[in-house]
Each structure stands twice: as C-alpha cells, then as structure tokens.
C-alpha cells in the first residue's frame, strides 16, 4: 500500500503540480538563460534558498558547456591515438541544439582517430546528415523493424548491430555504444576502459576475451539479475557484435508499457526488501520472483540476459538466475562508475541525476559495489563455456513471456 500511495502521489504531481510550477518557472528560467552573470545571480541563490530551506535535502548541481567548442583542455589532432577505436551513436537523431551533430564534434575532437558512427533511421534529417559527414562522422542509415519488441528493444538491437558491424567492416579493434540523445563529456573515456580492460581482465578467457564495461547510471540494479545498463557499453567490436547479434523480441511493443505500472511497484517493493536483508537472492524474500522477472523482463534484462545464455552458459526457468547474475559480474564484466563519464542524457535528465546517487537509488550497482562481487563472490556453480549444457531446455526463456 506504501508503494501505491507513492506512485498516485507521483502521478499526480507529475500531471498537476509540474506543469504549474513550470508556468511560473519559465521567465525566471529564460531570463536567467540569457547570460552566464544572470544564471550565476538567479540559479545559485534559488539552489541555495532551497538548500537551507528545504526539510529533508541539500541540493547541488553541474553545469555542462552547450556549445562543445568552448570545452578548456588539451586537445591533439594526432589521428593515430584511439585509431582501433569506434564510437557508435545509436538512435532517432537528436536535433534540438545540434544536439546529436555537436556530439559527433565532441568526440572527435577528443579522439580525432576514433571512427565516430551514427547508426540511426532511414528518412533522418537529411541536414544532420550532411553536416555529420561533413564534420568527419560516418552515417549509417536502417530500416525499422515490424516488430519493435517490448521497450523498443528490437530498435537498439537492429541499429547498435549495423553500427558495430560497421565499425569491425572498418577494422576497428575496440567499440563504445551510446545514444543519439546523450553525450559522455568525460575526455578520456576510451583510455579510461581500456585501462580497465587490462586490470581486470577476463577470467575465461576462451569464453571472453576481453571483458564489456557497463556504467552505473540507468538502472544498473544489483538485485535484479542481468540488469545493467543498456545504454553504454563499451568492449572489444568482436563482442560487440554478439552482445547486439542475440534473438529479438517476439513481444509486441505495448506489452512494455501494460507491464510498466506493475513492475515499477515491484521493483520498488523488492529494493526494500532486499536493502533490509542486506545480501542474498531476491528468491528468499519474493517466493514468485522468478515468474515476476520473465513477466516483467525489460531492455536492459533482455538484451545481457540472452547473451549470456547465448555466449557463455544457456540459461534456463528454474536457474539460479542470481547465482547467474553475480558469475558473470565476477567473471566477465565490469561495471565504471558513471560520474567518471559525466553522461548528459537531456530526455530523463531529472531521473539520471537521481540513478546516479547511491542514497536515493539504494538498489544502484557501482564500482565499489562491483569490485566486491568481483574479490568475493563464490559463484555455487560453473557458468562457463565448459559448464554442463546438457540440462534439458524445455524451460528455456524465449522471450515470449509477454
């Protein structure tokens, strides 16, 4: 009932309370908009008021340069740097302030040797695309499939896949995966993943030979197995290609949004739950969890949970999904903490700033929390390439839960 209370509270000051603050909001907004000197005199004492007024938070903030140009630093035009390298921008192109096109700039100027891919949809706007080009990007046009699956993971599937199939067709040795609508302002990120890479790297390595680098923010859930965060990914192209190459969805595209309301009071329900028992599986405190995840399979869950079935151990109804889950963040993944990345991500802006506090998002699985599963976990079975794979598969997840 808790729960319930939270989510008609929410609804109504998400349909109600916002739009009306927003009304008051936007003279001060624009006026404050105009000049950096007028943002510093109207948003620092509106965050500072707030703070000292304010029962139950501090507030702060982080400003992110618009225009891309005016980012101080060390830049380098050597094109041999990060040549092995591709970045992938995934998506419907984001036009609102240049937004996807000054990305695409972004990134080459921090990596002039890196092939930066925008894998998007045919009939893109035709000016973006020039411009892309123009400014040294590569563009790589899809046809949307019939079937969008549920949460439009049939969308990232088809569009990630033609652009890392692109960046291998260019020899690139390593891939990072984005979006369209977001940008990763941290300059040294490719450095920063490889450098990873080679600290910890792959425990099977005939299965894996190099680990993928997932990030905390978007809902990178330690209790919920296989749920990392889809957005970024970063690992070798070769891994790429089978993380993106897995089955798609059969479900249709609104069995996402019929299930939305139900899952969002089961995952707050079950964070609770688990943030009180401190460790363990999901299982001991929701006797029906596993019917639960499969009906309220997501992306994210999705896409990492076929892969592994596909690529190091088939997984079946019945596993141990937990068990599971953990092997594969000791074994063969890493998970960076995404403040080292400052992700701006403007379509959820207020949502990711919150994923990205541990105090608020008490379910968030980050480094620190990842290094611990990586030193300490004892996985209760092998979920390797040499593990048993003769269990019968009649129980076998096909996606077809919706």
């Known amino acids: 009932m808790k729960h319930e209370a939270k989510r008609k509270l929410k609804n109504i000051s998400e349909k109600v309370v916002a739009p009306i603050i927003g009304f008051f909001n936007y003279p001060l907004a624009y ?15 509106m965050m500072r008021s707030y703070s000292k007024h304010s029962r139950n938070h501090y507030i ?20 041999v740097r ?37 894998s998007t949809w045919t009939g893109a706007d035709e000016k973006t695309r020039s411009e892309v080009l123009g400014s040294g990007g590569i563009w790589v046009e899809n046809q949307k499939p019939d079937n969008s699956g549920s949460g439009n993971v049939n969308l990232q599937l088809v569009s990630s896949l033609a652009g890392v199939k692109k960046a291998k067709a260019l020899g690139c040795k390593y891939t990072m995966k984005t979006r369209t609508d977001q940008r990763a302002y941290a ?3 490719l450095k ?17 030979a190099k680990r993928l680098v997932f990030i905390s923010c978007g809902l990178s859930y330690r209790y919920l197995p296989f749920h ?20 798609r969805d059969s479900c249709p595209t609104n069995s996402f949004k019929d299930n939305y309301a139900e899952w969002i009071y089961f995952i707050n329900w079950l964070v609770d739950d688990m943030e009180v028992k401190g460790d363990g599986s999901p299982c001991e405190v929701y006797p029906n969890f596993e019917e639960a995840y499969y009906k309220y399979i997501f992306p994210e869950n999705y896409i990492l949970y076929h892969y592994f079935s596909e690529n190091i151990c088939p997984l079946h109804q019945g596993d141990d999904l937990m068990d599971a889950y953990y092997s594969y963040l000791k074994n063969y993944a890493i998970v960076a903490d995404s403040e080292k990345v400052m992700v701006y991500w403007p379509k959820y802006l207020a949502t990711v700033a919150a994923y990205d506090n541990e105090l608020t998002f008490q379910a968030k699985l980050d480094f620190k929390k990842w290094l611990d599963i990586y030193l300490h976990y004892e996985p209760k079975r092998d979920w390797g390439k040499s593990a048993d794979k003769t269990k019968d598969t009649a129980g076998e997840y096909s996606g077809d839960a919706c």
Do not use: H
């Open 82 to 118: 990060f040549a092995d390298c591709a970045i992938i921008l995934q998506g419907p192109v984001r036009t609102e302030d240049s937004f996807t096109l000054d990305t695409v700039r972004y990134y080459k100027r921090c990596y002039p040797g890196a092939k930066v891919i925008v």
């Open 60 to 79: 702060q903030y982080t400003a992110l340069p618009k225009n891309v140009e005016t980012i101080p630093g060390e830049w380098t035009d050597d094109d």
């Open 31 to 45: 006026i404050a908009g105009r000049s950096v000197n007028l943002e510093k005199a109207i948003l620092r004492p």
């Open 187 to 189: 300059k040294d990120v």
């Open 228 to 247: 990392l965060c889809d957005f970024l990914v970063f690992g070798t192209t070769d891994e790429m290609v089978k993380l993106y190459s897995i089955p």
């Open 192 to 208: 920063y993943f490889k450098n990873l890479q080679e600290v910890f790297p792959s425990n099977d390595p005939g299965a894996i």
